[in-house]
């Protein structure tokens, strides 16, 4: 079992910074594509960004440019470095990771991080 825990999220003012991270934990085998998620209440999850293990990434059209996604394969950690915040990037942020069980792959979530971006 994967246990993921993020952080970094908080509240800062439009043209503002953040930078999220996920840590995973527990029976890794192997890790494949690591990716960020948002949701507002009302609204489906949205994909925003992901990096697979070689280090391809990519990303939602609504953020790219502002947007960074990275991963530490030493640490089983990836970030998001948010920069340029709008009013409309508030949400609640997920990550999500593809993880190899030695049978499948299975899909983890975290528990969600609250972005609030106002003046």
């Known amino acids: 079992q994967v246990q993921l825990v993020e952080s970094g999220g908080g509240l800062v003012q439009p043209g503002g910074s953040l930078r999220l991270s996920c840590v995973a934990s527990?029976?890794?085998?192997?890790?494949?594509?690591m990716g960020w998620y948002r949701q507002v209440p009302g609204k489906q999850r949205e994909l925003i960004a992901t990096i697979n293990s070689g280090g391809s990434t990519k990303h939602a059209d609504s953020v790219k440019g502002r947007f960074t996604v990275s991963r530490d394969n030493a640490k089983n950690t990836v970030y998001l470095q948010m920069n340029s915040l709008k009013l409309e990037d508030t949400a609640v942020y997920y990550c999500n990771i593809q993880v190899w069980s030695g049978i499948n792959y299975y899909n983890s979530w975290g528990q969600g991080t609250q972005v609030t971006v106002s003046s």
């Open positions: 527990g029976t890794i085998l192997r890790i494949d594509t």
